[in-house]
């Protein structure tokens, strides 16, 4: 089963720490996944962040919902690793995929701040050149995010 990793970059012109409490507040995270999609928390992590949810443990299952309305995934949501303000690590799994992990870094630049994501995932479906497709889709999806997530701070 093939496996893949995308990664996409971005500055925002905004500082880290403004950059940082939107990109793991729930809001902040719908924010940059619409139209296309939203995800919702947990019912056990009603009010948590992806700073503050229990590391290394299932928070639950996140629903993702295309257009905001239509359920179509869900992502038994596991945040391994965070150091507050620079990098967060899920490695979750999905019913469409055996392996998700999506590591976000930032870092302060001249202009604001540099956002970094990388996505390595393995769809569940053993279905020849599906890995591939999805690295497209997956590819464009963040570069959605990016744009949602600089124009927030350029408005």
């Known amino acids: 089963m093939a496996t893949r990793t995308v990664e996409n970059e971005t500055v925002v012109p905004a500082p880290v720490a403004a950059v940082w409490q939107r990109a793991v507040h729930p809001d902040g995270i719908n924010d940059e996944m619409r139209p296309w999609m939203t995800m919702s928390m947990p019912r056990s992590a009603t009010g948590l962040t992806v700073e503050t949810v229990p590391l290394g443990q299932p928070v639950g299952r996140a629903w993702l919902r295309l257009f905001g309305l239509i359920p179509f995934d869900f992502d038994h949501l596991t945040v391994a690793e965070v150091e507050p303000g620079v990098r967060f690590l ?52 963040f570069k959605h995010r990016h744009r949602r997530l600089r124009r927030h701070f350029s408005e």
Do not use: K, N, Y
Not at 93 to 113: K, Q
């Open 90 to 141: 899920e490695q979750s799994t999905m019913v469409s995929m055996r392996r998700w992990e999506h590591e976000r870094r930032m870092l302060p630049v001249t202009g604001g701040t540099w956002v970094h994501d990388r996505v390595t995932f393995q769809p569940r479906l053993p279905v020849p050149g599906l890995a591939a497709v999805l690295a497209q889709v997956i590819d464009a999806f």
